[in-house]
């Protein structure tokens, strides 16, 4: 295919990814708009919230500085003064990652490599820079530099996830470094090598594995207290327009709440605020947003909270008990025991990290005043994640060897 013709079409991808993403609150709050002509208000002005939105869901900071009419109308503490945006909405930051994707695929498979994924990213950071510098504004000022880098990178991310590898098949100075990094990877013992590859694969399977719970929790969660969830959208009033931008934005939060909930069984949960706690031990909220989504929480104390946190041990458990046989075949007639103690606890160290990692993705500053503390404690997190799936790595890996010892003697 024509090299021209692929950086062409590889930039429509990229343009179509940031129609997209920036798509999701725009056509909300466009109909928003449209209904409510009467309030005077400019369609710039849900532009700019549209774009400030994109990039806080792409990990961008926004300062906010509100008038002081609406501060006195909402009588929210520490809205006088200018505060910090910096709770990400991660559905952007997700939808980027797979449109990002499917350009390195379709790349890969055209066989313009290079072409296509320099084009489409260069594309994409040209949209972003675009789009932050017309998002400016004295009560909304995003943090430019991180607009500028941050939805690239991250787009970028995905990209280099879809082409598999191939990138460095081109020739060039891609391959070269490819070529480094293998000859320095294989400089490292045969042993090494699988112990570090085990953990990493277990790892990075018991937290995938923790986040699929989570995420069946919260959609059982959002099923069993879904009449609580309508009273609330009752509640607020806020007619067809509000009601569908209020649904929209929750949408936008749903990897975080998965997150949280992945948090939750870990046990450390999460913050809606500061001085709040919703863990396995129990919920204490003080005055949260009135969000329908907040329905779903459980209420006060959990006599059998404690149960959610046999999920990561469990998790552990059976990443180990899956990679065990392989990885003893592969280690042959060395002295493996310690080989598996290393593998287990390396599985622990590479799931808390990951986990770690999401939670503090998934968290930020809401708002002013108690609001600045939303989300879960990544170090938190991160720390018993390890601790608890080491746990369950080490039964795994170990468990067998010592059944297998004992029944000759038992004879």
Request: proline share 6%; charged share 10%.
């Amino acid at each position: 295919m024509n090299r021209s013709l692929v950086a062409m079409l590889a930039a429509l991808e990229a343009f179509l990814a940031v129609a997209v993403g920036v798509g999701i609150s725009l056509v909300p709050l466009s109909i928003m708009w449209a209904a409510r002509l009467d309030l005077g208000l400019s369609w710039v002005v849900f532009w700019r919230a549209s774009a400030d939105i994109w990039m806080l869901g792409h990990g961008v900071d926004l300062v906010l500085t509100l008038d002081p009419k609406l501060v006195a109308a909402i009588a929210l503490p520490g809205a006088e003064v200018p505060f910090a945006l910096t709770l990400a909405p991660l559905t952007f930051a997700l939808l980027t990652v797979l449109m990002g994707v499917r350009l390195g695929r379709k790349s890969a498979e055209s066989g313009a490599r290079f072409v296509g994924p320099v084009a489409g990213i260069a594309t994409f950071a040209g949209l972003t820079i675009l789009i932050a510098l017309s998002s400016v504004h004295p009560n909304a000022m995003p943090n430019l530099w991180m607009a500028f880098f941050l939805p690239a990178a991250i787009f970028a991310g995905g990209v280099v996830i879809g082409t598999r590898g191939e990138i460095g098949h081109v020739g060039g100075r891609a391959e070269r470094v490819q070529q480094r990094l293998v000859g320095w990877a294989n400089a490292f013992p045969t042993h090494t090598r699988r112990v570090f590859l085990a953990a990493v694969a277990g790892g990075t399977a018991a937290a995938a594995a923790i986040v699929a719970v989570a995420a069946l929790l919260l959609t059982v969660l959002l099923f069993a207290n879904f009449p609580a969830i309508i009273r609330l959208y009752e509640g607020l009033q806020g007619g067809g327009g509000g009601g569908l931008v209020l649904t929209a934005a929750q949408l936008s939060f749903m990897p975080n709440f998965v997150a949280w909930v992945a948090s939750w069984l870990i046990g450390p949960g999460f913050a809606l605020g500061m001085g709040s706690s919703v863990s396995p031990l129990g919920t204490q909220l003080g005055p949260v947003p009135s969000l329908p989504i907040l329905g779903a929480l459980p209420v006060g104390d959990l006599s059998f909270g404690f149960i959610g946190l046999a999920v990561p041990v469990l998790a552990g458990l059976a990443v180990a008990l899956f990679l065990r046989p392989k990885l003893v075949h592969m280690l042959g007639g060395l002295s493996y025991g310690r080989w598996l103690i290393v593998a287990a606890c390396g599985i622990g160290v590479v799931g808390g990290l990951l986990l770690g990692i999401l939670a503090w993705t998934s968290s930020g500053a809401a708002g002013p005043g108690r609001l600045v503390d939303v989300g879960p404690d990544p170090v938190a997190v991160g720390g018993w994640g390890m601790l608890e799936l080491g746990i369950g790595a080490l039964i795994g890996m170990l468990a067998p060897g010592l059944a297998s010892s004992r029944r000759p003697s038992s004879r």
